[in-house]
């Protein structure tokens, strides 16, 4: 078993564990937020973590109402700008806490007054020292190169903050159902090999989604590029339209999430419209509908949640690349030229 098998299958207990260890923590935060009038959040990361953020923005947009910003570190850290952030909640998110881009940003934002939270997997890392609030993956040690377990408690973190911050009841239920989701979702793939096959030779494809899911689409293209070698380009369902669409001919692989939720109806008419054009179809949903068009269906847990099936489609795409790189003659533990900690100035 490669580790990055092993550590996927451990991602329902590393949930758990670390929803538990951030319930204090949090409590802190929203009543530090509570003091002050925070107009923006603005959040810095990289890599995986970045589609943390991306699902971040939506998740805090849509149930606190409150604009998000992607953070440009390098306007801190190589034009020395001096963005004005008093009045913001500043996140940096890091698995290891060794992005240093991020943690200057932090610095900055915390010099202005600014409330500063670090999210990582790493208790005594550079980033965890020096925001205000930590936030804890508590995912335990990972060691293949490929995030998985830190990157969906990552997202579990943050939605749990969110659902706290919020006080939304309807979520904070969903997130103690999360886990036994997410091993649902794992049992119902334990074969997913058995699909694989079918991509051994593919050298390039698409990762579509809609809403949420977004980041999603972004992190399985991801895993997808660094464990098989295969030129994976993610995109939103309302943005392939504009023109990315054109580079889709017969057989090309496109994979597509397209989870029960609102943003489905947009999703099923992409599918068609790729059906029409011959692409290759693996659809990822709850759904028989939508698993019956896809020349691949792979199924998840059942969820109508926008931000509980990021998680389901997450962990698929994670067991999907794991598996093709093996079918590929890969190792998905070690992929060629990557470190498991990049540090970015």
């Known amino acids: ?10 991602q329902p207990k590393a949930v758990e564990s670390c929803i538990e260890y951030n319930k204090n ?5 929203i009543s530090a937020i ?44 190589v034009y020395e700008g001096r963005l004005n952030m008093n009045d913001c909640l500043v996140l940096g998110i890091s698995q290891s806490g060794k992005a240093e881009d991020v943690r200057l940003f932090l610095d900055l934002a915390k010099s202005q007054g600014a409330v500063t939270v670090s999210l990582t ?38 939605l749990y903050f969110v659902s706290e911050w919020s006080n939304n009841s309807e979520m904070k239920k969903e997130i ?27 050298n390039e494809c698409f990762v579509l989604a ?22 994976a380009k993610s995109y939103a369902t309302s943005d392939f339209y504009h023109g990315p669409f054109a580079m889709v001919d017969r057989d090309m692989p496109v994979i597509l999430f397209m989870p029960e939720g609102k943003a489905y109806a947009n ?16 659809v990822v949903s709850n759904l028989d509908e939508a698993l ?21 489609n997450v962990v698929t795409a994670q067991m999907f690349a794991c598996e093709l790189s093996l079918a590929k003659g890969l190792n998905p533990d070690s992929p060629r030229s990557l470190n498991k900690v990049t540090i970015t100035i």
């Not at 078993?1 to 451990?10: A, R, S």
């Open 1 to 10: 078993m490669t580790k990055m098998w092993q550590e996927i299958l451990e």
């Open 25 to 29: 923590i949090v409590k802190e935060l």
């Open 34 to 77: 509570g003091k002050k009038k925070i107009k923006m959040v603005i959040i810095a990361a990289r890599g995986t973590s970045d589609h943390a953020a991306i699902y971040a923005k939506y998740v805090i947009e849509t149930f606190i109402g409150i604009p998000v910003s992607l953070a440009a570190p390098s306007v801190v850290t």
């Open 121 to 158: 997997n790493d208790l005594l890392s550079p980033l965890s020292r020096e925001a205000d609030f930590h936030l804890y993956c508590a995912a335990g040690l990972e060691q293949s190169v490929a995030a998985t377990k830190t990157f969906t408690t990552q997202l579990a973190a943050l």
């Open 176 to 202: 103690f159902l999360l886990a036994g989701g997410i091993e649902e979702t794992i049992e119902i793939n334990k074969n997913i090999s058995d699909f694989v096959e079918r991509y051994r030779f593919m």
């Open 210 to 231: 809609r809403g949420i899911n977004y980041a999603a689409s972004m992190e399985a293209a991801l895993k997808i590029q660094e464990t098989c070698y295969v030129r």
């Open 267 to 282: 999703s099923f008419e992409m599918a068609e419209k790729l059906l029409e054009v011959g692409a290759d179809l693996l």
């Open 292 to 312: 019956m068009l896809g020349n691949v269906g792979l199924r998840i847990a059942e969820t109508s949640s926008d931000y509980i099936s990021p998680f389901f």
